[in-house]
Nanobody
């Protein structure tokens, strides 16, 4: 069984920083593209950033220059460094990725359970 587990959310101050991590757990054969998404109250879930297995990245315009996505292939983790936080960054952040498990040897898409990020003074 495969799970994506997020950590690192919490309360941040405007202009401050937070770092989120996503770790694939279970019987992992390979982790492919991974992305961070967020959903604010009353709004649709939106893409924040993605990273391919080769390390190519893509960012939403709203976070370019402030957020950085990175990954450690060996550890099976993907991180989101969030700097210069704004109140509008407040949302539940979800990790999403394509993973092949050793049990099925099929590439499937998974979502994490989400972690709350609140930006407030």
């Amino acid at each position: 069984q495969v799970q994506l587990v997020e950590s690192g959310g919490g309360l941040g101050q405007p202009g401050g920083s937070l770092r989120l991590s996503c770790r694939a757990s279970g019987s992992i054969f390979r982790v492919y593209d991974v992305g961070w998404y967020r959903q604010a109250p009353g709004k649709q879930r939106e893409l924040v950033a993605t990273i391919t297995r080769d390390g190519n990245t893509n960012y939403a315009d709203s976070v370019k220059g402030r957020f950085t996505i990175s990954r450690d292939i060996a550890k099976g983790t993907v991180s989101l460094q969030m700097n210069s936080l704004k109140p509008e960054d407040t949302a539940v952040y979800y990790c999403n990725g394509d993973v092949t498990s050793t049990l099925t040897m099929r590439r499937q898409n998974y979502w994490g359970q989400g972690t709350q990020v609140t930006v407030s003074s």
